[in-house]
């Protein structure tokens, strides 16, 4: 069987040479710049980001943690490149697993459930080991320097719809990572290498493609869950059933006599409990769409059900609080929020609600510290809106403009608030950057000025002083206009008429802005 790999193109070479790199695991040149030190540090700088983008950590079920550990160390063990491995299970439903360079791995309980076997998830804890060790991210990094000149992957909606455009920062490189759509050849290639690393470990290979022909089938049923997950950067395809199974085919004869392990035991042994508490999360997953919908006592007696299944998830914690946000019931959030932050503290969305609720309260030094730590865990707009608030309460409008500037990059009603915000700030420091006043002279000699509107939203109550001066003499006249459309602009006759023997109106006409509205 042959793979197709990513080879360097003769035009990336005549950009730079050094860019082409044996690849460590198919043993091809890939056009890579990014080299294996700087893949660590990205992944040892994104994992935590991405984990908390993603649900965060499934803190409830540790034995279920080390054993899907304890698989994926065994695969990597027998990769073809050393790196400091790390696998964790995420607290989401959504069915998806990924792989950050450097070989930061993760697995939501969502495909934990639709597996049957060890072998099945050493098929796909295999495949994101390839992801890792063969560069792929680190190859699209790669293309997206050549593409847009900037060593970074740009802001991406995360698979928790929750907070899609929502994270700002540096952990935008990690998102847009763990969501790329691999091509069809780095796919190909981490389910090749990856049954050689299932068969070094002592695995079935059949699983592997058992567990692709679950995931074509899973495809055909159009399940939203599937769609936004797993197969968004990793498509199914008959195509790769056949790719597997010929693979195993044509190894078959090298392993007769051999005992491979399904592990189904043990895996299900490892599972108990997560699919004891299915129905909890379950119930956790009706009450977010509940909470989408608005419909917030659906919502709260799911939960409640949900909290009498597993009393120690703090996740259920955590959306009671953010429904009791939404009632403004901020004293009841607390109580959510500190019992949710005594169970699992290293979750930002229990500090960002506690900072809004403690905000709303005017617990003003309560709420910075609790929004400053969910920063910590994961910059977000919101977070960055609520501290730039704080601070413009204090006076500090510097702090203010540049926290809400970053919120900005947000969508929907957050975004635009943080940008309301932050042109309000920054109309009354730098009216010019927004209002441009140009001086016209017509064939008599009259001045008039071009007021044009570069702010991008409508403006009202414009007032600019005009001053003629004129031999040091100053002819002050107040030019208001009660709106200035967005991107529109509006001309206006002073009434004065350009100095004797004068060429332009520049050095006789002063322009100060006395106030901006929007």
């Known amino acids: 069987m042959r793979v197709l790999f990513f080879k360097c193109a003769f035009l990336m070479v005549v950009f730079v040479n050094s860019g082409c790199t044996t690849n460590p695991v198919t043993g091809m040149n890939d056009l890579n710049f990014v080299s294996m030190a700087k893949q660590a540090q990205i992944g040892r700088e994104q994992y935590g980001p991405s984990q908390q983008s993603q649900g965060g950590l499934f803190r409830v079920d540790p034995i279920l943690t080390e054993y ?50 060890e072998a099945e998830l050493a098929a796909v804890l295999g495949h994101e080991i390839v992801h890792a060790a063969a560069g792929h991210g680190a190859q699209a990094i790669t293309r997206g320097t050549l593409l847009q000149g900037v060593l970074a992957v740009g802001a991406a909606a995360v698979s928790d719809e929750r907070y899609s455009d929502y994270i700002i920062g540096a952990a935008q490189i990690g998102t847009g990572l763990i969501t790329q759509r691999y091509g069809r050849d780095a796919e190909r290639e ?43 950067s990793h498509p199914p395809s008959y195509e790769r059933v056949q790719n597997n199974q010929q693979l195993v085919n044509e190894l078959e004869p090298q392993l007769e006599g051999r005992d491979f392990e399904l592990g189904e035991f043990r895996f299900q042994q490892a599972m108990k409990s997560l699919q004891k508490t299915a129905e909890s999360y379950a119930l956790m997953d009706e009450a977010e769409s509940a909470i989408r919908d608005r419909d917030f006592d659906i919502a709260l007696i799911n939960l409640q059900t949900a909290k009498s299944m597993v009393p120690k998830e703090a996740r259920f914690l955590g959306l009671e609080g953010d429904i009791k946000i ?42 910075r510290g609790d929004l400053i730590r969910s920063n910590e865990l994961l910059p977000t707009a919101m977070a960055a809106n609520e501290l730039g608030a704080l601070a413009l309460q204090d006076g500090d409008r510097n702090s203010a403009k540049n926290l809400f500037k970053a919120a900005t990059i947000a969508g929907g009603e957050l975004g635009r608030q943080a940008k309301m915000s932050y042109l309000k700030l920054d109309l009354e420091d730098n009216p010019n950057h927004y209002v441009e006043v140009n001086s016209l002279i017509d064939q008599s000699g009259e001045i008039s000025v071009l007021v044009s509107n570069l702010s991008g939203i409508q ?44 060429i332009s109106p520049e050095n006789y006409l002063e322009v100060e802005f006395l106030r901006i509205e929007f």
Do not use: C, H
């Open 68 to 117: 899907v550990e304890q698989v994926g160390l065994r695969l990597a063990a027998v990769s073809d490149v050393p790196m400091d491995y790390e696998f964790v299970v995420l607290n989401n439903s959504i069915p998806n697993a990924w792989a950050l360079p450097g070989g930061k791995i993760a697995i939501n309980r969502g495909l934990l459930m639709q597996l049957n076997n």
């Open 190 to 232: 981490s389910d090749y290498y990856g049954i050689r690393y299932m068969i070094r470990a002592g695995y079935d290979p059949k699983a592997a493609v058992t567990l692709q022909q679950t995931f074509v089938r899973l495809s055909e049923d159009q399940e939203s869950k599937w769609l936004n997950g797993l197969f968004a």
């Open 326 to 367: 939404q009632e403004k019931n901020y004293v009841g959030a607390l109580d959510s929020y500190n019992a949710a932050i005594e169970l699992d503290n290293n979750y930002f969305d229990y500090w960002l609600g506690r900072g809004v609720a403690n905000a709303r309260l005017g617990r003003r030094a309560e709420a």
């Open 459 to 502: 403006l009202k109550n414009v007032r600019i002083e005009l001053s003629l001066v004129n031999q040091g003499i100053v002819n002050p006249r107040e030019l208001y206009l009660v709106e200035l459309p967005a991107e529109g602009r509006i001309q206006y006759s002073t009434g004065w008429f350009l100095p004797s023997g004068a």
